[in-house]
């Protein structure tokens, strides 16, 4: 059973579309987040959601915007696409209290071409 | 907020030799957890390190946690093919709604 899945694995695009990759955990898990992993394999959050609040990273452009359908879903939209967000994108859940760690998905690299 | 350096940035290490990947933080670390990626795939969970001297072993892996140092290090003892990959290092970020905020990783390749 995957516990974090994660769709597409990958997914190629123009410039200008809008996109959006589906992320799904069945832990039971309260807290859902989401990553960006450069070419340089840094690791940067970019949301992190409960059913309480989103935190968004101030440096994310606003063209991202999380959507969370019920508490096992937080899909990522992303309007207006450019080159530069060719990147691998990470979801990951947690409980809220973090015990037992992170549980990340497998990744979707996304190329804007 | 706080920052992870990790060291060494890259590794080649001969199979069965012994190797340390160090991650210091620029705050008290209260907390910290290392994870695993494989070359284009996802983070494998290693080990979570909560208190300050704890140790932890998995396999042939080993962490440590010295919060005086503020600093962990993670042990691979006679080292094989399969720990070939990026190793990170994690502290959850309060002002992030407690996500992980990872280190640049450490890439580790084992040659036969």
């Known amino acids: 059973d995957t516990a974090v899945s994660q769709t597409p694995k990958y997914l190629v695009t123009q410039m200008g579309n809008d996109k959006s990759i589906k992320c799904e955990q069945n832990?039971?898990?309260?807290?859902m987040y989401w990553y960006k992993q450069d070419s340089k394999k840094f690791l940067k959050i970019m949301f992190s959601?409960?059913?309480?609040?989103?935190?968004i990273n101030e440096t994310v452009p606003n063209r991202f915007s999380p959507k969370s359908p019920d508490k096992a879903h937080l899909n990522l939209h992303i309007n207006s696409l450019e080159l530069g967000d060719s990147a691998v994108y990470f979801c990951?859940?947690?409980?809220?209290?973090?015990?037992?760690?992170?549980?990340f998905g497998s990744g979707t690299r996304l190329t804007v071409v | 907020s706080q920052e992870l350096e990790q060291s060494p940035q890259s590794l080649i290490v001969q199979e069965g030799k012994n190797l340390t990947i160090n991650c210091t933080s620029s705050?008290?670390?209260?907390?910290l957890y290392w994870y695993k990626q494989k070359y284009g795939e996802g983070l494998i969970f290693l080990m979570m390190?909560?208190?300050?001297?704890e140790e932890k072993s998995h396999e042939k892996i080993t962490a440590k946690l010295d919060e005086k140092k503020q600093q962990s290090s993670l042990h691979i003892t006679a080292s094989q093919p399969s720990h070939a990959g990026i190793y990170l290092c994690?502290?959850?970020?309060?002002?992030?709604?407690?996500?992980?905020?990872f280190g640049k990783g450490t890439s580790l390749l084992v040659t036969p």
């Open positions: 990951a859940s947690s409980r809220a209290d973090r015990a037992y760690g992170y549980t």
């Open positions: 832990l039971g898990h309260d807290t």
């Open positions: 959601y409960n059913n309480k609040e989103l935190i």
């Open positions: 705050k008290t670390l209260y907390g």
């Open positions: 390190l909560q208190k300050g001297g």
């Open positions: 994690g502290v959850p970020s309060p002002g992030s709604g407690y996500a992980l905020n």
